[in-house]
């Protein structure tokens, strides 16, 4: 299987030490070497971390690692690169990414965050200055990516392709629907990655804590999928509350291409896949509907989603 084409981003000038990757990891499973075995999900992620690091390491950008338990052979990679490790307090990713963000504010020179997962190689190698530039020309405070149509449908799982596109429609037709997000603009929230400015008032957005609040047990109906510690927080909830305060947020459309290998081991691996996509999906809506309400009535008592 052979990866799409795309044609290279035209590098523009910035000062690359003004750039900050941020990203978390926990490959437990990892091991030194080639692996014919697609199956072993931590090997095939964490081969391609390790190339998006080189990546930024190249660029001359800042990476900050924030791990959670990674086998010893890992970890000694990223010693060997010097790079800033930090280790997982908690055991939520949205603890790490709070963690990993706040580490990266005081991080001399920075101006722009990029938190993204680790396996996109791509993002990268190709997609920073095009990602960076509105945040550095202050035409835009925090910057979401968005996939190229055609890259999106052609190198991802088809069902991993479906039920995000499925997301992403409904979670933009709820933003429509409460007025948040202008009916003809629609964001690639599900992607995962989000560039922002590093400025107190923004930095705050992806800092806050939002937890779930239950009255009643057991759960049932939709709030059984609610855990924004889970994706929701310091990831998606940060741009939701931007856009509602009306703070400049800006889609990119970028030529991504899902790595090969990591398509290849969803696809040996699509049952726990497709649960854990479907999962995800319903957990975000619900989170999202929940969190509207905080934002409209923060005082509410009822409020299931509150900021701890």
Known sequence: MKEPKVTPIKELEFDPKSIVIAATTRYSNWH???????????????DLAI?????????????????GGSSKEFKEELAK??????TRIGESRATARRQLIEYCS?????KVIVRMEPEKVLLVENCIPQLADPILRDEADVVVPK???????????????????YANKKYNDILHEFGILPSEEAFDFFFGPVVFSNKPNILKLFLENFEVRLEKEPVIGARKYLDPQDFSNPQILGIVKALYMGIKVKSIVIPFVYPITQKENELINKVSFMQKRKRQKWENLDDLVEFIKYLNNPKEPHNVLVNK
């Open 51 to 67: 190339q998006t690091i080189d990546e930024a390491i190249k660029h001359n950008y800042t990476v900050v690692i924030n791990d």
């Open 147 to 165: 996939r190229r149509q055609d890259l999106f449908s052609s190198s991802y799982p088809d069902y991993m392709y479906k039920s995000e596109t």
């Open 32 to 46: 030194r070497g080639k692996s014919l075995d697609l199956s072993n999900t931590d090997k095939v992620r964490g």
């Open 81 to 86: 690169r010097g790079i800033i490790v930090q």
């Open 106 to 110: 005081h991080v001399p020179q920075a």
